[in-house]
């Protein structure tokens, strides 16, 4: 994350950076990034001032979404089950902190654009829910078909 973040500084206008479901605090907590600032760094990561600490909040900064030449969308997971519109993206404030118990419909949406995933065929349309990410079933994680695809990108005026 060093280089990229240092290439972002370098190159301020070719590099961007989007933020994926990774960079999140509680799944690098859970995932060993914690750990290993803790080991290499011996920090204690729970110190607001620590690298674990600033890194993760600088995740909370970036954007969830890009739009290429006004023609192609770039996010990590997907659209999910409810994203219509870029203005919807765009209105989700920053800093961001991952909820993963969602209780409102900007919360679904950050879930949507980090985790879901498309189905695995084209015959499969619209929304399902995507049990290998949500094995506790909330639903709350999604998979969706081409033709949610297909109408997100015709409302937004979009190729791909």
């Keep these: 994350i060093c280089l990229l973040m240092a290439l972002k500084v370098k190159y301020p206008n070719q590099i961007h ?37 600033l890194i993760n909040f600088m995740f909370e900064w970036l954007p969830l979404a890009a739009v290429v030449e006004e023609k192609i ?5 997907g659209i999910g089950g409810v994203a219509n519109t870029i203005e919807e993206i765009k209105a989700i404030p920053r800093p ?7 209780n409102t419909s900007q919360q679904q ?30 639903r709350n994680i999604m998979r969706f078909g081409p033709d949610r695809v297909d109408a997100f990108l015709k409302n937004n005026g979009l190729k791909m």
């Design 17 to 53: 950076l989007l933020r994926g479901n990774h960079e999140d605090r509680s799944i690098n907590s859970a995932f060993g990034f914690a750990e290993e600032c803790a080991e290499r760094l011996c920090e204690d990561t729970e110190d607001p001032d620590s690298v674990f600490q």
């Design 73 to 77: 969308i770039c996010l990590h997971g």
């Design 96 to 102: 961001l902190e991952v909820v993963h118990e969602v």
């Design 109 to 138: 949406l950050v879930v949507d654009i980090l985790w879901s995933d498309p189905t695995d065929n084209d015959e499969e349309v619209g929304t399902h829910a995507n049990s290998i990410r949500d094995p506790a079933d909330t």
